[in-house]
């Protein structure tokens, strides 16, 4: 069974940049979430994706958005960035059942975007 | 999500049990009780989650009170890999995410 993957592990960017981060599901899983975790605290949930459209979204601006594969993949897309918006970017791999209910989440290794 | 409350720290023996405390008093009737934990740096690992039974797995054991008010995760032979941020999240299982506090910093003593 693979884990879920992520890349690329670090990153640094200029601000006003735009970035794309990579994740790949866990096999078998069918919904992909991305969260941001700034220094110090705990991760912030920025949105969920599942059969490829977004059906969940955190408090985030619109300039995070997102894509999932028809392979469960996903890539979250954040434009003009912002010095605050350097942190670890987590993505989490789930299954979605038929009736709706969300199974546990397995969580990347992250990537580290550094934003100067 | 409810709201969770747990110590901002707590110390451990190796070999003896780690038993972290959750309070999750405003946990609704559809919300799981969720663990997670995160070693430095490194993405949270999921532990265990029950709604109103204990469960317990190669990892861990969950208590959950009979007034879902709180719960216990107990790590029953704790080790220095150990060491970690556990967290605890009340959470429905729908498409809303996962809601993360600071957790409890766990640290194992050799």
């Known amino acids: 069974e693979t884990g879920v993957t992520q890349s690329p592990t670090h990153l640094i960017k200029t601000r006003g940049q735009q970035v794309t981060l990579r994740c790949s599901s866990q096999?078998?899983?069918?919904?992909v979430s991305w969260y941001q975790q700034a220094l110090g605290q705990g991760p912030q949930f920025i949105f969920q994706y599942y059969r490829e459209e977004e059906n969940g979204r955190g408090n985030f601006p619109p300039r995070f958005s997102g894509l999932q594969f028809p392979n469960y993949s996903s890539e979250l897309n954040v434009n003009a960035l912002e010095l605050d918006d350097s942190a670890l970017y987590l993505c989490?791999?789930?299954?979605?059942?038929?009736?709706?209910?969300?199974?546990?989440?397995?969580f990347g290794p992250g990537t580290r975007l550094t934003v100067t | 999500d409810a709201k969770t409350t747990q110590p901002t720290s707590m110390d451990c023996a190796e070999g003896r049990a780690a038993n972290l405390p959750c309070n999750h008093s405003?946990?609704?009737?559809?919300?799981?009780v969720y663990w997670y934990r995160q070693i430095h740096s490194q993405g949270p690992q999921y532990i265990i989650h029950?709604?109103?039974n204990n469960e317990t797995n190669e990892m861990a054991s969950l208590i959950i009170t009979e007034d879902r008010k709180s719960s216990t995760l107990i790590l029953p032979h704790a080790t220095l890999r150990d060491t970690a941020v556990y967290y605890c999240i009340a959470a429905g299982g729908g498409a809303d995410g996962l809601t993360f506090g600071k957790g409890t910093h766990l640290i194992i003593q050799p």
């Open positions: 096999s078998g899983h069918n919904t």
């Open positions: 989490a791999s789930s299954l979605t059942s038929g009736g709706g209910y969300i199974y546990e989440q397995y």
């Open positions: 405003t946990i609704s009737g559809n919300e799981y």
């Open positions: 029950g709604l109103k």
